[in-house]
């Protein structure tokens, strides 16, 4: 088990009690909520400055460690750097990990899980004890083994919570990939003599391709903590780089005298993590129901 | 086997001999080919570690000498080399390196200069205490939030839900952050750092229990939304039993059925939680003890606790297999 199969599982059960046409459609009040905050993010990837005006990394040592006001809505840290401004600017390089994590997972997982689903017996066999051999490394530490190997950095960081996450996506595709190919409509398309490579092509891959969006949108919040934890332990990006695990990481020092420099880069990470889980799930449910 | 046939399945007598001797002899193989598979997959990982390690930058025998910048003269080099047997070709030190695992000997700490296997066993059980009392406090989450809103209707199902998924997204480090504001700086009743006494428990605990209660919660809730719909409960139902009598007795066991398979995930994600947790509140133990060997490329050190919670991982795997079984007999035929 790995987090992703637990919240695929959990996204598929929700979707599949919520039946019914109407009730799978309506939209609720957490997935408005969800997609705003996503907006807000897209902006503040794509150009900061239209939601933060100012430099993330200018100093203003007169107005260090002040508390969160009209001036200042996060609040300023050690430096006298507005950290609204640094959370916005940082959701960049934070996302970028996240999202890139999760590609080269799921991209490592594809390939595995569909070799593994195709081609059977012997290649199956071996993938299984492969993915079993990655899965008794669980969570951080298959990352934290990769970083050892390879030095920390964000951009080992990121490749490292890809490789974490991959076994997750791969036994999901595979067992997806098993299921449709076991279905009633590949049964089908080989009983009305269709080539091998048209069934695939045409049946099996885009029946199992299509759930890739809602396993990436799932994965996303957790890769984002991880990336996030690993440089709060000094081994993805590092300050003064305005990521939001970084900043937390020098925030912590100040804990008791300027809570505002950890809580709000904690918060992004904390709203990006629920967002990515509720705009998953109703991407789940609209799938299921289209 | 040299027992009477009759004793191994007194209850049905209606079998025909061959078959009431087969099946549990057909189940002692079955145990067989898993606990085989579970030693093939943690030789894999030990000889996987041991590759990937000869991968690590930078010369093992400088790095016993004090690391690169050391002024350390070339027989001084040398007799380290010979004395971890460096210079032997890399199929033996592979055959060597396994051959000392198999008896328990894990090598020599790098930069702590002691034996790796006494002292992960000296960190053991602080990692394991705060563990399992975090694994026990989110069950207890986790079920009371599954059965307060299963019962609270439509709002308290969304309250619930909705903390649930909440719980589930907190990092620990912010968590962790959160819990020592408020609980330490605060309202100044528990240490901010983890001291030997119970006290010093508390935090450490609610920072891994609260991320995976949100998780269990879930995975709860759902089984029993499920369980709450299917065949058994509707006849307990028109057998007149009580609603509390229906959830104590058949709507629980089915509850925890995912407790249980989800308790190998769940050690995984303490451990990844602990390197975080010990770090946090400066509490000795395993997770702590990694984080320091990663940062200083302690190689063996490394080595020694991956393999160590590798092993451990796929122990509780087949424990989890085996309690699947006695929970859930429908799994016993399979």
Redesign the interface.
Known sequence: MSDLEIQAGLAGAAARRRSGRRIAGRIGVTEVLAAVFALFLLVATLAPGLVAPGDPLAIDPRSAFQAPSWAHWFGTDESGRDVYTRVSHGTLSSLQIGVAATLIGLGFGAVLGTVAGMLGSVVDFTVNRLLEVMFAFPGLLLALLFIMVFGPGPATATLAVGLATAPGYARIIRAQLVSVRSSAFVEAATVLGRSRARILLRHILPNTLAPLLVLGTLGIGQAIIWAAALSYLGLGAKPPAAEWGAMLSAGRTYLSTAVWMSFFPGLFVVLTAISATVLGRAVERRLRHA | MAEPVTSTHPADPSRPAVLRRALPRRALLRGAARIG?AV???W??AT??FF??R???GDPAEAVLGGPGSQTSPEALAAVRAQYGLDQPIVTQYLAELGRLATGDLGRSYALRVPVAPLLLGQLGGTLLLAVLSLLLAWLFAIGLALFSTRAGRWGRMLGS?LE??A???????LA??L??VFS?WLGLLP?VSTPGPAGLVLPVLTLAIPLAG?LG??MR?SM??ALEAPFVVSARARGESEAGIRRVHVLRHASLPGI??S??A???L???A??VE??FARPGLGRT??N???V?D?PV?IGV?LF??AA??LMTLLTDLAQRIADPRLRRA
């Open positions: 598979g093939l997959v943690l894999l990982v996987v570690t990937a390690m991968l690590v930058p909705g998924i909440g589930a997204a907190l990092p620990h480090f912010w952050s959160a020592i504001v700086s901010p998780f879930q995975v759902e939304l499920t398979s989800l190998g995930w050690f995984g994600s451990i990844s939680g390197v975080v770090t946090i990694l984080l060997a990663v940062t490329r190689v490394v991956v919670v590798a991982y796929i």
